[in-house]
């Protein structure tokens, strides 16, 4: 089969021009965004973040009488 090299590097050229086009909305498209973290960062200044908030975060007094754990729980068992 018989190519024609004027054919081919016009069908190149074309091709050429197109990707340096795309190639061009792409940078700008970046450039207007601001740089953005890797993933592992994100989610490790997530989980510093969570672990101050959990810290900060005063504990719940339990109450005996409601959760069926406190009190004379003991003294029940050796009863019944």
């Known amino acids: 089969m018989y190519l024609n090299v004027y054919a ?6 074309e091709r050429l021009s197109e990707l340096r086009a ?3 909305r792409i940078a700008l498209l ?6 953005r973290a890797p993933l592992a960062a994100r989610v490790g ?8 908030w959990l810290s900060a975060a005063k ?8 959760d069926g754990r406190g009190g004379d729980w003991r003294r029940a068992a050796r009863t019944a």
């Open 45 to 52: 200044a997530a989980l510093i973040r969570v672990g101050q």
């Open 8 to 13: 081919a590097s016009k069908i190149a050229e």
């Open 30 to 35: 970046e450039s207007v965004q601001e740089p």
């Open 59 to 66: 504990p719940v007094p339990r109450d005996p009488a409601r």
């Open 22 to 24: 795309e190639r061009a």
